[in-house]
């Protein structure tokens, strides 16, 4: 058996490019909203059904046009889960609002609605909902509690393109959803994102937060004779060559997701009976939801035996690390949040999770030589 080094993740490779990259340059425009902007916004909606999608400079842009377009301000708050990427938490704060840390379930990573409710007061505004892994979030309750207290909810579906929730695409349940297509993501464009959204208005609004506060993009359609500044905004167009990247993943989309599901299910399938010996938590899917492979994660009893996986795998050529530090306890959080309830299981999570290696292109036999690293740890 081969004892080259596998790493935890490695960018698919679509296959037009190059070629589509050789479009760009030899055109006239790598600045955005060219042709490639079109047609990887057409696939990108095809994919999730949103009736609008805005491609943007990454999942961070999206996020932060959420925060705009939802007028955040000083006298705001926001709920964001504890276990999360700090721009989650960042791109509302940057709006002066008041991030509140909610707590998740061990069951998903997700977060917990009791923890929402909980959380909740009359300054509520919006609840940023993570759906880890791609998994979905417990939405039929979340959406309850924002339509009883009327607040917003944004989709921070950095894992999830082409998950689903009772047969409805993520990213599309809230208010506003958002995506990644950083190199570590399913689908990718080196770094890039999308905003999903399914308001009219708010999608007008949007096209001009994203290119600077102008409406360039009605001039771009012939609706205007010259654009003009209109409204706050910055800039979150992606180049051109970031769209070209990104259109030619999107034609593969099927194929990259059957190589990580393919992957995904091999550990799903080979590790049950190892993880019932040794007190080990799987990655679990319930059966209304349909995952992205995005990731694949198990827990350990202790964090000391979580460091001691890790360094057993390290040991074998196999790259397994852990994940998100939570945000609640960190300096930032600290300082421009507050936690109403202890996140007890957000620090219990944080410190015992571990990712496999997932990636379309790992071999069978890589798949197995991770199997064969983990089942001969015991706790």
Same mark, same amino acid.
């Given at each position: 058996?081969?004892?080259?080094?596998?790493?935890?993740?490695?960018?698919?490779?679509?296959?037009?490019?190059?070629?589509?990259?050789?479009?760009?340059?030899?055109?006239?425009?790598?600045?955005?909203?060219?042709?490639?902007?079109?047609?990887?916004?057409?696939?990108?909606?095809?994919?999730?059904?949103?009736?609008?999608?805005?491609?943007?400079?990454?999942?961070?842009?999206?996020?932060?046009?959420?925060?705009?377009?939802?007028?955040?301000?000083?006298?705001?708050?926001?709920?964001?889960?504890? !276990?999360? !990427?700090?721009?989650? #938490?960042?791109?509302?704060?940057?709006?002066?609002?008041?991030?509140?840390?909610?707590?998740?379930?061990?069951?998903?990573?997700?977060?917990?609605?009791?923890?929402?409710?909980?959380?909740?007061?009359e300054r509520t505004k919006a609840v940023v909902v993570i759906h880890y892994g791609g998994v979905a979030a417990d939405m039929a309750r979340l959406l309850a509690l924002a339509n009883t207290h009327g607040f917003a909810i944004v989709e921070d579906n950095a894992h999830g393109l082409g998950g689903r929730w009772q047969g409805r695409p993520l990213g599309t349940l809230g208010s506003l959803g958002t995506l990644s297509f950083h190199d570590t993501k399913n689908v990718h464009c080196g770094e890039g994102g999308a905003l999903l959204l399914t308001d009219e208005i708010l999608m007008a609004r949007a096209e001009i937060i994203r290119e600077k506060g102008t409406d360039r993009a009605r001039f771009l359609r012939g609706a205007v004779d010259k654009y003009s500044w209109q409204d706050i905004g910055s800039s979150y167009l992606p180049s051109e060559l970031n769209a070209a990247v990104l259109d030619a993943q999107l034609?593969?989309?099927?194929?990259?997701?059957?190589?990580?599901?393919?992957?995904?299910?091999?550990?799903?399938?080979?590790?049950?009976?190892?993880?019932?010996?040794?007190?080990?938590?799987?990655?679990?899917?319930?059966?209304?939801?349909?995952?992205?492979?995005?990731?694949?994660?198990?827990?350990?009893?202790?964090?000391?035996?979580?460091?001691?996986?890790?360094?057993?795998?390290? #040991?074998?050529?196999?790259? #397994?690390?852990?994940?998100?530090?939570?945000?609640?306890?960190?300096?930032?959080?600290?300082?421009?949040?507050?936690?109403?309830?202890?996140?007890?299981r957000s620090a219990k999570f944080s410190g015992t999770v571990v990712r496999l290696p997932l990636w379309p292109d790992l071999t069978d036999e890589q798949v197995g030589r991770v199997i064969e690293g983990v089942t001969e740890f015991t706790v």
């Open positions: 058996m081969s004892t080259d080094r596998i790493i935890f993740s490695r960018p698919f490779r679509a296959r037009r490019e190059l070629a589509n990259l050789e479009t760009v340059l030899g055109s006239d425009q790598s600045h955005g909203d060219g042709p490639f902007t079109a047609t990887a916004t057409e696939k990108l909606k095809v994919i999730t059904g949103a009736p609008h999608a805005l491609l943007t400079t990454s999942c961070t842009s999206a996020l932060e046009m959420a925060g705009l377009l939802l007028q955040l301000g000083p006298d705001d708050e926001v709920i964001v889960p504890s !276990f999360a !990427f700090t721009s989650t #938490a960042t791109a509302m704060a940057l709006r002066g609002a008041t991030c509140v840390f909610a707590d998740i379930d061990l069951d998903t990573g997700n977060l917990d609605p009791e923890s929402v409710a909980a959380a909740v007061t034609d593969e989309f099927d194929t990259i997701q059957a190589g990580r599901h393919r992957v995904w299910d091999a550990y799903a399938a080979a590790l049950p009976e190892w993880a019932a010996r040794n007190d080990i938590h799987l990655m679990t899917v319930p059966a209304d939801r349909e995952h992205t492979a995005h990731l694949y994660y198990l827990r350990t009893p202790t964090e000391e035996r979580r460091d001691d996986l890790i360094a057993h795998l390290r #040991a074998r050529g196999i790259v #397994a690390p852990f994940h998100y530090v939570p945000l609640d306890s960190s300096p930032a959080g600290l300082k421009l949040g507050r936690t109403p309830h202890p996140c007890v």
